[in-house]
């Protein structure tokens, strides 16, 4: 099991220092683990993970350059419509042909609290692609950065050299080693093998020259679905995979530079909120609760 699914964590106890299901509503629940810096849930989130960013790391990361920036992509996730289906995790498989150990987005829960209160608690998990992201800082290559244009965070793996800092820089979790395995269809040299994964329009191998092994890979919101200008197409598909195969439509994607999106609307609801706040790592993925 991935180390980030949330089975391979203890029963999460109320912040309020009773045990796990201590009668509470769901929106109190959040609410405290919001006051807690997201207390038990971001410890589900980063499931093997210090609790906070080395404090050097956060220390050094620094704003994007906000007047270069065309789009700002994010997602608002609701966490009210998730019902934990577990869609937006093989469709993000199968979108980014990702080897098995790699999961660029993954389903979090607390099995313990379903039963306890008024409903169980699911949410996605992809990358936050931070205003300040404290990963960038991290890598001493220089591999990974933050895009002028949309405020991506992206890895260039040409550069990538495997130090792996940018991990345990990163305080949700994020990212994960590709450590060069296969499917067994890929291994038996199926068809299967030849269908290249398209990220960042690179469609690599999982061998050769061009592989990923030893490599950091992360969430990058489908961005090879863009078009030349850096805009996605909902109603044409070109559209992040879990957004658009979220069964309970709990994942919404859009640019919060743009106040008609979808996203800005929800989050004028004022019901959002993110996660680890006192970080100021800024994350572009928000959570209705």
């Known amino acids: 099991m991935n180390k980030t699914d949330a089975t391979d964590t203890p029963a999460a106890a109320c912040s309020c220092g009773a045990a ?13 683990l919001v006051k807690a810096g997201a207390g038990a849930l971001a410890l589900v989130a980063v499931a093997g993970y210090a609790e906070d960013a080395p404090p050097s790391v956060a220390a050094k990361a620094q704003p994007a350059s906000k007047g270069k920036q065309k789009y700002r992509y994010g997602m608002v996730v609701d966490t009210r419509r998730c019902v934990g289906c577990r869609a937006c995790v093989v469709a993000c498989k199968a979108e980014n042909k990702t080897p ?4 660029n987005n993954v389903l979090l829960d607390d099995p313990e609290q379903g039963s306890k209160v008024d409903k ?7 990358c936050f692609h931070c205003e300040n992201p404290p990963c960038v800082p991290a890598c001493p290559a ?6 002028e244009s949309d405020g991506l965070v992206v890895v260039d ?19 994960t080693e590709d450590q060069g395995l296969n499917f067994p269809a890929v291994a038996e040299k199926t068809p299967y093998a030849q269908v290249p994964s398209p990220e960042y329009n690179q469609f690599r191998l999982r061998e050769g020259a061009k592989a990923t092994k030893g490599k950091v890979r992360k969430c990058t919101f489908c961005l090879h679905l863009q078009d030349a200008d850096g805009r996605y197409d909902k109603a044409a598909g070109r559209w992040p995979a879990c957004a658009k195969t979220c069964t309970g439509h709990a994942i919404h994607f859009g640019d919060f530079n743009d106040p008609a999106s979808e996203v800005s609307a929800l989050l004028k609801t004022g019901k959002a909120i993110r996660l680890k706040e006192q970080l100021k790592t800024e994350p572009n993925v928000y959570y209705l609760v």
């Open 120 to 126: 169980p608690l699911f949410m996605t998990r992809p």
């Open 100 to 103: 098995p150990g790699v999961f």
């Open 142 to 147: 220089k591999a990974t950065y933050k895009r």
């Open 157 to 175: 793996y040409d550069r990538c050299i495997g130090v792996l800092d940018c991990i345990p820089a990163c305080p949700y979790g994020a990212r």
């Open 20 to 32: 796990a299901g201590c009668g509470i509503s769901r929106r109190d629940m959040m609410g405290q």
